[in-house]
């Protein structure tokens, strides 16, 4: 739990090395299950879902240990997690169930509660799940899968990304062939069937819409080295974008952001790729329409920083959410520091003012927290942002340490 006092800053000058993925090294971390042997992660970011995430694979019976700078996961003894309260802590837990199900024929997880940003179902996991032949059963909030899994053919009614990666690791231990139509295309996805295929796995068209898998006995032991996280990329990215300045993201991919970096160059903006990562100058001056969607869309993670920009670009900016059902809430937060933003549902306009002011404001999810630290580097006086709900630290390593090596006026109380 932190809170975060930020105060007005200079343009923001000089390089931020970007951090593995969050959401590579999750659904990964859930992949090191499908084998008895070793798996090793390198760099894994030191973030509290990370450290969640290793409490309940140790809870699964693995054995999670630092080791030179990587994390290695041993999952030789593994059986289904007693104590609820490790799933329910994070959904991104739901990825245990395709592991534990494809090695044990037996998974049951509680159903993951809602959060902020929306109900968060998982029924396209579980009509995944029954499709390679689970038997699914329902009883005291949880859900429980049994069987032996063959290949199948499986439609997803949308392109969900936690589906996509449970069902594909799932299907490399199912007997047979599976195809998963209308899959989620993310990076993140590419990178799960990479690391995959370097245990023996069997797969191919991942980053399309339809995905092959080829079921295979086992798994054997890897070492792999996840993708630089995007998002926290192109938050630094908006970072520059309000305060002007120039910033060189060590590790960012501008191939896993171009539509930021398109709504970045329209607002007026400069990115430039280079060998050593992306190069980002100057300041937003045109104001611009974001409508949220799946990738190779605008990522709905980037909606609240973008909305930051917003606040401080002239003219009119609007924005749809089209992904989450409620994830507005930073807008009124972002008001208190003097933006003029109207949400009508799933839309929200954006009036941009050179003048925010400081204010107390609170984090209601890590998207929206980074995006109220960035507003507060822009706004006259002091901004203390609340984020007692530790959402920050969920997804940011060390903003305010990175932020503040590059001029921003950012303080952890
Ligand atoms: C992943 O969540 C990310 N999390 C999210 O990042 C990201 O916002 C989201 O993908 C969309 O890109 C991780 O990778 C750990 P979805 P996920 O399944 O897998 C609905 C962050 O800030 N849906 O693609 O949960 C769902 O309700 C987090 O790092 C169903 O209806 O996203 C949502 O409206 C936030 N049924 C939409 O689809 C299902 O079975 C997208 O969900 C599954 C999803």
Same mark, same amino acid.
């Given at each position: ?191 799960? +069937? @990479?690391? &995959?295929?370097?245990? *023996? /796995?069997? %797969? ?6 339809? !995905? ?118 930073? +807008? @009124?937060? &972002?008001?208190?520091? *003097? /933006?003029? %933003? ?6 929200? !306009? ?64």
């Amino acid at each position: 739990m932190a809170h975060y006092a930020v105060r007005e800053s200079p343009p923001l000058r000089g390089e931020i090395q970007v951090s593995t993925s969050k959401n590579a090294v999750l659904p990964i971390m859930c992949g090191a299950l499908l084998t008895r042997e070793d798996v090793r992660i390198e760099h894994p970011p030191e973030l509290t879902d990370v450290h969640t995430l290793a409490s309940l694979l140790s809870a699964c019976g693995c054995r999670v240990r630092h080791d030179q700078g990587g994390l290695v996961i041993a999952a030789d003894a593994l059986k289904n997690p007693d104590d609820e309260d490790d799933v329910r802590a994070m959904r991104a837990s739901v990825l245990v169930l395709g592991p534990l199900l494809s090695r044990l024929g037996e998974a049951r997880i509680p159903l993951p509660g809602g959060c902020a940003i929306g109900q968060r179902p998982i029924d396209q996991h579980l009509k995944g799940m029954a499709a390679l032949g689970a038997r699914v059963t329902f009883d005291h909030g949880g859900v429980t899968l049994r069987g032996k899994l063959r290949g199948a053919v499986i439609y997803l009614d949308m392109p969900s990304v936690g589906a996509t990666e449970n069902l594909l690791m799932a299907a490399t231990l199912a007997e047979g062939s599976t195809r998963i139509e209308n899959a989620a295309k993310e990076p993140e996805i590419v990178d799960l +069937a @990479a690391f &995959l295929c370097s245990m *023996g /796995a069997k %797969i191919s068209g991942a980053g399309t819409s339809t !995905i092959c898998v080829e079921g295979v006995s086992a798994l054997h032991g890897t070492s792999w080295t996840p993708i630089a996280d995007r998002i926290e990329a192109g938050t630094m990215a908006c970072a520059c974008a309000m305060t002007g300045g120039e910033l060189l993201l060590r590790g960012a991919r501008a191939d896993h952001l171009r539509s930021l970096l398109f709504k970045l160059s329209e607002a007026g903006v400069h990115v430039q790729d280079t060998p050593g990562g992306l190069m980002v100058f100057g300041r937003a001056k045109q104001p611009f329409e974001i409508r949220t969607m799946v990738y190779p869309g605008f990522p709905t993670d980037l909606q609240a920083p973008m909305m930051a920009v917003a606040c401080r670009t002239p003219g009119t900016s609007v924005f749809l959410e089209t992904i989450f059902e409620n994830r507005f809430m930073h +807008a @009124a937060e &972002l008001a208190r520091l *003097g /933006a003029h %933003i109207r949400v009508e549902n799933r839309v929200a !306009i954006v009036e941009g003012t050179p003048f925010l002011t400081g204010a107390p404001v609170r984090a209601t999810d890590l998207r929206a927290g980074a995006a109220l630290i960035l507003a507060g580097l822009c706004a006259e006086g002091e901004t203390l942002v609340d984020d007692g709900g530790g959402h920050i630290d969920r997804g940011y390593v060390r903003i305010e340490e990175k932020l503040s090596a590059v001029g921003g006026n950012v303080k952890r109380v």
